[in-house]
Protein backbone atom coordinates (compact mmCIF):
# COMPACT_ATOMS: atom_id res chain seq x y z
CA UNK A 1 0.00 0.00 0.00
CA UNK A 2 2.88 2.39 0.94
CA UNK A 3 6.92 2.02 -0.54
CA UNK A 4 9.48 3.84 -0.11
CA UNK A 5 12.44 4.76 -1.92
CA UNK A 6 15.67 5.91 -0.90
CA UNK A 7 18.30 7.79 -2.87
CA UNK A 8 21.74 9.97 -1.94
CA UNK A 9 24.36 7.06 0.02
CA UNK A 10 27.79 7.31 -1.18
CA UNK A 11 31.05 7.46 -0.15
CA UNK A 12 32.90 10.32 1.06
CA UNK A 13 35.92 11.65 2.56
CA UNK A 14 36.15 13.18 6.58
CA UNK A 15 34.03 16.38 6.64
CA UNK A 16 32.38 16.00 3.27
CA UNK A 17 28.54 16.34 2.98
CA UNK A 18 26.15 14.12 1.54
CA UNK A 19 22.04 14.65 1.17
CA UNK A 20 19.50 11.93 1.35
CA UNK A 21 16.29 11.41 -0.26
CA UNK A 22 13.31 9.09 0.48
CA UNK A 23 10.01 9.49 -0.85
CA UNK A 24 7.16 7.92 0.08
CA UNK A 25 4.37 6.23 -2.59
CA UNK A 26 1.01 4.73 -2.95
CA UNK A 27 -2.08 5.10 -1.32
CA UNK A 28 -1.32 7.98 1.52
CA UNK A 29 -3.73 9.43 3.67
CA UNK A 30 -1.69 11.44 6.25
CA UNK A 31 1.63 10.81 7.24
CA UNK A 32 2.61 11.11 11.09
CA UNK A 33 6.33 10.88 10.71
CA UNK A 34 8.84 10.43 8.69
CA UNK A 35 12.62 9.82 10.02
CA UNK A 36 16.01 8.22 9.35
CA UNK A 37 17.99 5.09 11.44
CA UNK A 38 21.41 4.12 11.09
CA UNK A 39 23.00 0.74 11.44
CA UNK A 40 26.56 -0.08 11.26
CA UNK A 41 27.57 -3.65 11.20
CA UNK A 42 27.51 -5.40 14.40
CA UNK A 43 25.67 -2.92 15.66
CA UNK A 44 22.03 -2.12 16.45
CA UNK A 45 19.75 -0.03 14.48
CA UNK A 46 19.99 3.60 15.89
CA UNK A 47 17.61 6.44 15.47
CA UNK A 48 19.23 9.74 13.35
CA UNK A 49 16.57 12.08 13.64
CA UNK A 50 12.75 12.28 13.46
CA UNK A 51 10.44 15.08 12.12
CA UNK A 52 6.90 14.35 12.90
CA UNK A 53 4.04 16.08 11.31
CA UNK A 54 3.79 18.86 13.52
CA UNK A 55 5.70 18.28 16.27
CA UNK A 56 9.36 18.88 17.26
CA UNK A 57 11.89 17.21 15.39
CA UNK A 58 14.54 14.91 17.29
CA UNK A 59 18.07 14.17 16.94
CA UNK A 60 20.37 11.76 18.02
CA UNK A 61 22.60 13.51 20.20
CA UNK A 62 25.81 12.05 18.01
CA UNK A 63 24.62 14.33 15.00
CA UNK A 64 23.31 17.03 16.61
CA UNK A 65 24.70 20.68 14.68
CA UNK A 66 25.81 18.66 11.80
CA UNK A 67 22.73 16.85 10.77
CA UNK A 68 19.46 18.25 9.41
CA UNK A 69 15.93 16.75 8.67
CA UNK A 70 14.00 18.19 6.75
CA UNK A 71 10.39 17.43 4.40
CA UNK A 72 8.73 18.38 1.36
CA UNK A 73 5.00 17.60 2.05
CA UNK A 74 3.79 18.42 -1.02
CA UNK A 75 6.36 15.33 -1.92
CA UNK A 76 5.49 13.28 0.83
CA UNK A 77 9.61 13.11 1.13
CA UNK A 78 12.22 13.53 3.78
CA UNK A 79 15.69 14.97 3.44
CA UNK A 80 18.87 13.80 5.77
CA UNK A 81 21.66 16.38 4.73
CA UNK A 82 24.38 15.27 6.43
CA UNK A 83 27.89 17.38 7.14
CA UNK A 84 31.07 17.08 8.66
CA UNK A 85 30.72 13.86 8.08
CA UNK A 86 32.89 11.34 10.69
CA UNK A 87 34.21 7.53 9.96
CA UNK A 88 31.65 6.75 13.11
CA UNK A 89 28.88 8.14 10.42
CA UNK A 90 29.38 5.04 8.49
CA UNK A 91 26.21 2.74 8.17
CA UNK A 92 23.45 1.34 5.88
CA UNK A 93 20.62 4.42 6.51
CA UNK A 94 16.93 3.82 6.45
CA UNK A 95 14.32 5.96 6.11
CA UNK A 96 11.13 5.48 8.67
CA UNK A 97 7.52 6.51 8.09
CA UNK A 98 4.46 5.90 9.77
CA UNK A 99 1.57 6.30 7.47
CA UNK A 100 -2.02 6.53 7.83
CA UNK A 101 -3.41 4.90 4.07
CA UNK A 102 -6.52 4.14 2.44
CA UNK A 103 -7.65 0.92 0.87
CA UNK A 104 -11.43 1.30 -1.01
CA UNK A 105 -13.23 3.09 2.22
CA UNK A 106 -11.14 1.59 4.91
CA UNK A 107 -8.52 3.49 6.69
CA UNK A 108 -5.52 1.96 8.06
CA UNK A 109 -1.95 3.24 9.89
CA UNK A 110 1.35 1.16 9.13
CA UNK A 111 4.54 1.55 9.76
CA UNK A 112 7.42 1.10 6.95
CA UNK A 113 10.86 1.60 6.02
CA UNK A 114 13.14 1.90 3.25
CA UNK A 115 15.17 -0.85 1.25
CA UNK A 116 18.43 1.28 2.97
CA UNK A 117 21.45 3.33 1.52
CA UNK A 118 24.97 2.53 2.14
CA UNK A 119 26.81 5.96 3.71
CA UNK A 120 30.66 5.07 3.89
CA UNK A 121 32.73 8.39 5.14
CA UNK A 122 36.71 7.02 4.58
CA UNK A 123 39.49 8.80 3.25
Known amino acids: QVQLVESGGGLVQPGGSLRLSCAAS????????MGWYRQAPGEQRELVAI???????NYADSVKGRFTISRDNAKNTVYLQMNSLKPEDTAVYYC?????????????????WGQGTQVTVSS
Open 96 to 112: HAQVKYYSGSNYYTGDY
Open 26 to 33: GSIFRINF
Open 51 to 57: MPTGGSI
